[in-house]
């Protein structure tokens, strides 16, 4: 399988072109467009926060266009992006035809646009079915995410929009759309009180499953680390995505990686990210 893994976490200390150009030579095949800057949120004033970014501003297009020009200049491309989030959010609800728009731009043919957490399947799907014929228009199918919330009493994961494999089955057939798709993470599927499990998962939504964000954790926390480094369980997870003929990309959002980098070391992170991407090949 072809791998591939954000960008957003190596951004943050060289930029996004130098970004790409990373990830090229550790030797991803791809990269995942991530476009938390388009619409930055603070969790403690619950607002978007605005930036000079160029996801910002009107060159938006420019500069997904550049990135997609440094990948190809570099051996790669783009597989899939990420809006920004969260949906709830008005002004970062209105940010995600933006974000398809740079999706086809940069050569990506799948939009990862999380779900409201806190709605049904039959409310986020009046979010997608206004979404999906600007996607069409673009040729970029849209992928739902399974999410989490947290119990403060029990200090525990809390069911969400997707987070068991019932849940979000049943989002996939309130759109019913061969455009939206289900994009699975492996980290959030792992922890504790929503359920399910990466298999489970993967078994249910079958043909639907057509992007991963592919992370470690303790089984309980949402920590972002790289695979190998904590305790999922990454030969069922692979053992399951062969049995149901997966042929998307293996991709990274082990995000947490990098926090400790510099914009001198941060490469090395990107090494290792890449070959722990190609260890879960061999699994």
């Known amino acids: 399988m072809k791998i591939s893994t954000e960008i957003a976490s190596i951004a943050k200390f060289v930029g996004e072109e130098r970004a790409v150009e990373m990830v090229a030579k550790a030797g991803f095949d791809a990269f995942d467009f991530s476009m938390f800057e388009m619409g930055r949120f603070n969790w403690t004033t619950q607002e978007m926060v605005k930036s000079d970014h160029p996801l910002q501003s009107g060159n938006y297009l420019a500069f997904a266009r550049k990135l997609r020009k440094i990948a190809e200049d570099n051996g790669i491309f783009c597989n899939q992006s990420h809006a920004p989030f969260p949906v709830s959010c008005p002004e970062i609800l209105n940010l995600q035809k933006r974000a398809i728009e740079c999706t086809a731009e940069a050569g990506g043919s799948i939009c990862i646009i999380h779900p409201n957490n806190f709605k049904s399947p039959e409310e986020n799907a009046e979010m997608y079915f206004e979404l999906l014929p600007f996607a069409k228009d673009h040729g970029v199918k849209i992928a739902t995410e399974n999410m989490w919330n947290w119990d403060k009493e029990k200090e525990t994961p809390a069911p969400a929009a997707c987070s068991d494999e019932q849940n979000f089955l049943a989002h ?112």
């Open 172 to 283: 996939i057939k309130a759109v019913n759309d061969p455009f939206f798709v289900a994009c699975l993470d492996i980290g959030h599927a792992e922890m504790k009180g929503l359920d399910t499990s990466a298999p489970k998962m993967i078994y249910t939504l079958g043909s639907h499953l057509q992007a991963l964000h592919i992370h470690d954790n303790d089984l309980l926390h949402d920590s972002h680390a790289l695979p190998f480094t904590m305790d999922i369980d990454f030969a069922a997870v692979m053992k399951a995505l062969r049995e149901i003929d997966y042929k998307g990309f293996l991709t990274l959002e082990a995000d947490s990686h990098t926090k400790d980098s510099t914009p001198e070391t941060v490469f090395e992170k990107v090494k290792e990210m890449a070959e722990a991407a190609k260890r879960l090949d061999t699994l």
